[in-house]
């Protein structure tokens, strides 16, 4: 046991045996006008500092923290209090001169002393908290959104923590039945439709939205109306993020984007995922990118015999490597500095380690980028997938997913153009292969390398401005781990030629996100960060595809994942371009756009 555990529970133990002989002599005197039942008193003593030790020990009363007394522990006084009237009863049966009504006595005096003893750190707590917030000028007010049990839980933080500089002035709920009542002393003030209106009214300089069950489509329009005041904003994990149930001001989170989305937490099938990966070796290249890492932690998880890490970064890899060398110390783990186009490695790798699975994540991403490399990308993206799936082929690893993009659906630029090839190549293999090959088709996600979301944070952390190519440029949105949710689960339905296309919900203008990130970081746009229009950048285009005019669009059991029709194409043309396309690459053939376009009819390519 420990010291201070046994120092609380001496001082918990003096209390309750404190409140036995308060309760016994006040029954005393109740009951008779002088103690005259001395011998009976000392009996009742001795019996009852036994049972109450022992009921506290058996109850686990002294392990329970006072600090955070609730209904719980109050009903682990009840069962000590239960013990005295045991003790109670066997007095009564000794003493005849004993009445009914004195055990009753007791025991009741006795309940109400002990939860006196056990509610008195928070009692203190709360006496204190009001005298220091009684004078609010140097608070922090705030507004809780949302009267429940979570909003009650953070409320009762507030009042009675002594490290908070803050004070409630008001909870704001939908619920008409809540209008005007009061919770802790704090008063609803209104709906969320008043948030505004009430910010204003009481002064408001923090608002926390504290419903964790509540549905991704109602916390976009809550925070669509927190983002119109000048408050800052935080909220809750949703209830399947807060797994052990704990609420608490320090669960609080930074409102961001992704809660603008409005979109449904992605459901996958874990046991489906489970299935084709558990004691299987699986190989991610490109594992250190924002994609590749994720799919390592997901995989990681799903008890893979082996994970092979490869990159040809290796600070990306090495922090990969680390974070789940941490979390899993159990996972056999392996990180190899590589790249996809060495063909030698490539087949030494395959060779060496066998992967039964591999996910394909290397590629070279960024569009500007590759719009002025053109050669790089076809290396990179079309010659380096070609080598690994020729690998993939000969080893006859079981599945191969290709991570692909809608940027490959009529391309205007050469990354796009690029990964519509790898998609041919997937397809062509899958033809004649014993592997699975598949690709799967995604938009951006928030938060990937290259993904608008950091360059906007770090412009606002600069002042500004911040940059949006044209105020009607619009795009798929989703968050990294629900992608690559998608991926796993896709990769279960692999049969063999498919192109998954993820469902991402509805499309996102790209300007009200920026307006949106300015706002959640409580400044105001153009006012205090300016929002500049640079145009369209060369290989940009206005809005994404999913799907050429010719694939068709089948469901699959996720009805997040479909399936896009295969598309019929030359095998033998396409491997003799492939042959052509390398050796114009390592030759930095200027002409590399118009060849890549004669593989990929839909590419326009951008001549600015």
């Known amino acids: 046991m420990k010291i201070s555990l046994l120092k609380k529970t001496i001082i918990l133990l003096c209390g309750l045996l404190l409140s036995f002989f308060i309760s016994t002599v006040a029954a005393e005197l109740l009951l008779s006008e002088t103690l005259a039942f001395y011998s009976r008193t000392v009996v009742s003593l001795a019996v009852g500092a036994v049972v109450i030790v022992l009921f506290t020990y058996l109850s686990r009363l002294h392990a329970a923290s006072l600090r955070h007394a609730s209904v719980a522990e109050l009903v682990r006084v009840g069962i000590v209090a239960g013990g005295v009237l045991i003790a109670c009863s066997v007095v009564y049966l000794a003493e005849r001169k004993t009445s009914v009504s004195w055990c009753f006595i007791v025991t009741g005096l006795f309940f109400i002393l002990s939860c006196l003893v056990v509610s008195s750190y928070?009692?203190?707590?709360?006496?204190?908290?009001?005298?220091?917030?009684?004078?609010?000028?140097?608070?922090?007010?705030?507004?809780?959104?949302?009267?429940?049990?979570?909003?009650?839980?953070?409320?009762?933080?507030?009042?009675?923590?002594?490290?908070?500089?803050?004070?409630?002035?008001?909870?704001?709920?939908?619920?008409?039945?809540?209008?005007?009542?009061?919770?802790?002393?704090?008063?609803v003030l209104g709906n969320c439709e008043q948030i505004v209106e009430i910010a204003e009214k009481t002064k408001a300089e923090l608002i926390i939205i504290a419903i964790p069950t509540s549905s991704a489509k109602n916390l976009k329009r809550i925070t669509q109306y927190c983002i119109q005041t000048s408050c800052e904003v935080k909220t809750l994990p949703g209830l399947y993020?807060?797994?052990?149930?704990?609420?608490?001001?320090?669960?609080?989170?930074?409102?961001?984007?992704?809660?603008?989305?409005?979109?449904?937490?992605?459901?996958?099938?874990?046991?489906?995922?489970?299935?084709?990966?558990?004691?299987?070796?699986?190989?991610?290249?490109?594992?250190?990118?924002?994609?590749?890492?994720?799919?390592?932690?997901?995989?990681?998880?799903?008890?893979?015999?082996?994970?092979?890490?490869?990159?040809?970064?290796?600070?990306?890899?090495?922090?990969?490597?680390?974070?789940?060398?941490?979390?899993?110390?159990?996972?056999?783990?392996?990180?190899?500095?590589?790249?996809?186009?060495?063909?030698?490695?490539?087949?030494?790798?395959?060779?060496?380690?066998?992967?039964?699975?591999?996910?394909?994540?290397?590629?070279?991403?960024?569009?500007?980028?590759?719009?002025?490399?053109?050669?790089?990308?076809?290396?990179?993206?079309?010659?380096?997938?070609?080598?690994?799936?020729?690998?993939?082929?000969?080893?006859?690893?079981?599945?191969?997913?290709?991570?692909?993009?809608?940027?490959?659906?009529?391309?205007?630029?050469?990354?796009?153009?690029?990964?519509?090839?790898?998609?041919?190549?997937?397809?062509?293999?899958?033809?004649?292969?014993?592997?699975?090959?598949?690709?799967?088709?995604?938009?951006?996600?928030?938060?990937?390398?290259?993904?608008?979301?950091?360059?906007?944070?770090?412009?606002?952390?600069?002042?500004?401005?911040v940059t949006v190519t044209h105020k009607d440029i619009i795009r798929y949105f989703m968050t990294i781990p629900e992608a690559v949710s998608l991926v796993l689960q896709a990769g279960a339905y692999a049969k063999g030629g498919e192109i998954f296309v993820l469902d991402m919900g509805e499309q996102v203008r790209i300007y009200d996100l920026a307006v949106n990130l300015i706002k959640l970081s409580g400044l105001e746009p153009e006012k205090d960060i300016e929002i500049k229009i640079t145009g369209l950048r060369p290989g940009e285009k206005l809005y994404e595809e999913r799907l050429m005019a010719e694939e068709g669009m089948e469901k699959t059991a996720n009805d997040r994942i479909s399936i896009g029709k295969p598309i019929e194409m030359d095998d033998s043309l396409l491997f003799a371009t492939l042959d052509k396309l390398y050796n114009e690459a390592y030759s930095e053939s200027e002409q590399m756009k118009d060849l890549v376009k004669e593989l990929v009819p839909t590419y326009k390519i951008d001549r600015r």
């Open 241 to 465: 993020q807060l797994i052990d149930g704990n609420v608490s001001v320090s669960r609080l989170r930074d409102v961001d984007v992704q809660d603008l989305l409005g979109r449904e937490p992605v459901k996958v099938n874990l046991d489906e995922v489970m299935g084709y990966i558990e004691d299987q070796v699986v190989l991610v290249t490109g594992g250190g990118g924002s994609i590749g890492s994720e799919l390592c932690r997901q995989i990681a998880t799903h008890n893979p015999k082996q994970l092979i890490i490869l990159d040809i970064y290796e600070n990306s890899a090495y922090d990969i490597e680390q974070e789940l060398k941490r979390k899993l110390p159990n996972l056999n783990l392996l990180t190899l500095i590589a790249s996809i186009r060495d063909s030698v490695k490539m087949d030494d790798v395959f060779k060496t380690y066998r992967p039964d699975i591999v996910f394909h994540a290397a590629a070279h991403k960024h569009v500007p980028l590759m719009e002025t490399s053109p050669n790089e990308a076809v290396k990179n993206n079309i010659i380096g997938t070609y080598k690994v799936v020729k690998c993939a082929d000969k080893y006859q690893v079981k599945k191969f997913v290709q991570i692909s993009t809608d940027k490959a659906v009529n391309p205007t630029n050469i990354m796009g153009a690029t990964k519509r090839v790898c998609e041919m190549i997937i397809q062509a293999f899958s033809r004649k292969s014993k592997t699975q090959f598949v690709a799967v088709r995604f938009g951006n996600v928030l938060g990937s390398n290259g993904s608008v979301i950091p360059l906007f944070k770090k412009q606002i952390a600069e002042g500004g401005p």
């Open 122 to 187: 928070r009692l203190l707590r709360v006496a204190k908290s009001l005298i220091s917030h009684s004078h609010t000028e140097n608070c922090k007010r705030v507004l809780i959104v949302g009267a429940g049990d979570a909003g009650t839980t953070i409320l009762r933080e507030i009042q009675t923590s002594d490290k908070l500089d803050t004070v409630a002035v008001g909870f704001i709920d939908d619920d008409p039945n809540k209008l005007g009542t009061t919770v802790l002393g704090v008063k």
